[in-house]
């Protein structure tokens, strides 16, 4: 999934799609012969070139590129709206910000940055669109970007201590750092970083250019997208078997393109770890692992243990696996990690507690979904230490049932721009409900169920 977000951003980059104004054709022709008031010497020369000559970015009406011009927020959005690929005529969830009108040029951009959790306006119920973006907000758009809506994770190489780091507001300081630390948005001779600075348009050039040139390098993450519905115990079979973590179920969900499955863990009486629930149906007795495989899971399903799961998943590259431990989750992670590294990209472990989190990461887990139900209510009621976590640790999710303070977690979701998922939801119009809450995603047993976003 993401070879191929990739291959269309390249697409849409070389086909000249999207520009940084609304202008002609014929003037993004004449942009890519170069502009005036750019010298050939200038720090963002490289840059501008490039992205004009892949019809990134045009010039104003005058021909000029204007670098020192500032770029506005929705200016900004259209750029990675269009980079990344996606279809936009299908934004239903926009939310309902007072500036932004049904027929704006920029409509679209905003509501499909509100449906990948890139967004969330500037409070009052505004998204400021033709505000001057700063240097901090763009740094927080496009850590969001690069994690929700392409599913990456950015890599860390340095760590610059800017003299003005304070200035930073504390709702920046985490997408900031990461941004800054992977080499894309760097800070002045000065050692200053002036986060509360307006953007120039040559700043957003040299920004989204370094972006683009290090896409690849980031570790594989999780989109929005592939979120949306995450199959419960592997997902329904044939309309019939339900959260059997079965080989039928896994294959059932590639044919009908989930690219993510929840399989249940857990171990065998000669301590081997297979795909196993021990509940919700007529499951063959905890056993050995030999006797579970010859097993028939409802008496028609095929049983997994690691070598059938782990080559099946070396064929399926494309999918993840939302690893659910029934019990001794960390010592069936560290096994995981230590017979088959080359897979850890593709597990999402369900993080139970926060403090599993040191454990878990560093077996070498990049990716975690922290679940609610194993923990107390007591926990469970820390809503905005909760989602200050999983933002702080960069989780790929959280996940919680309606009856969990739901409308307190999508709030606290929404600013903090981390996917919330709920489970288990059967039916497309609780889905509905939820999503226009705030709801991101569904944990499901339907692997054909789709809602309109």
Not at 370 to 386: D, H, P, S, W
Not at 410 to 437: C, H, N, W, Y
Request: net charge neutral; proline share 4%; charged share 20%.
């Amino acid at each position: 999934m993401r070879g191929k977000i990739w291959r269309t951003a390249v697409a849409v980059v070389l086909s000249g799609i999207f520009i940084l104004n609304a202008v002609c054709p014929a003037a993004a022709a004449e942009a890519v012969a170069g502009f005036p008031d750019v010298p050939v010497d200038a720090w963002y020369a490289e840059p501008v070139r490039y992205l004009a000559r892949v019809g990134i970015i045009g010039g104003k009406e005058d021909g000029k590129f204007h670098p020192e011009a500032q770029i506005t927020r929705a200016e900004f959005l259209k750029l990675l709206a269009m980079a990344s690929g996606k279809d936009l005529t299908s934004q239903r969830l926009g939310g309902s910000f007072s500036d932004v009108p049904e027929n704006a040029w920029y409509t679209k951009y905003v509501y499909w940055g509100v449906r990948e959790k890139i967004i969330n306006g500037v409070g009052d119920g505004c998204f400021a669109p033709d505000s001057p973006i700063t240097r901090q907000q763009i740094a927080v758009i496009l850590w969001r970007y690069n994690k929700n809506a392409l599913g990456k994770i950015m890599p860390r190489y340095q760590k610059t201590y800017f003299k003005d780091a304070s200035a930073v507001s504390g709702w920046a300081k985490k997408e900031v750092e990461a941004v800054e630390g992977a080499g894309i948005i760097c800070g002045y001779s000065d050692r200053t970083f002036r986060p509360q600075n307006n953007a120039s348009r040559a700043e957003a050039a040299q920004i989204l250019y370094k972006y683009l040139s290090a896409y690849r390098e980031y570790k594989r993450g999780c989109s929005l997208d592939d979120l949306r519905y995450v199959m419960h115990g592997g997902g329904e079979v044939g309309g019939r078997y339900q959260v059997s973590n079965s080989l039928e179920a896994l294959q059932e969900a590639s044919r009908s393109q989930n690219r993510i499955v929840e399989l249940d863990f857990s171990w065998t009486t000669d301590n081997q770890l297979v795909c196993l629930h021990n509940w919700g149906g007529a499951y063959p007795p905890k056993s050995t692992l030999n006797g579970f495989l010859q097993a028939k899971i409802y008496g028609a399903l095929t049983p997994m243990g690691m070598e059938s799961l782990s080559s099946w998943l070396r064929a399926h590259p494309e999918v993840q696996i939302v690893a659910d431990f029934k019990e001794r989750s960390v010592e069936g992670l560290r096994l995981i990690s230590t017979y088959y590294p080359d897979l850890l990209g593709q597990f999402i472990p369900y993080l139970y507690h926060t403090s599993d989190y040191e454990a878990i990461h560093n077996l070498g887990y990049e990716n975690m979904i922290l679940i609610f139900y194993q923990m107390t209510a007591a926990e469970r009621g820390k809503v905005k230490e909760n989602v200050a976590f999983a933002r702080d640790k960069a989780l790929t999710a959280i996940a919680v049932s309606p009856d969990q303070k739901i409308e307190e977690y999508e709030a606290e979701a929404k600013k903090a721009g981390i996917p919330l998922l709920s489970f288990v939801i059967d039916s497309p119009t609780t889905m509905r409900s939820l999503a226009q809450q705030g709801t991101d995603g569904f944990i499901t047993n339907k692997q054909t169920i789709k809602i309109q976003w």
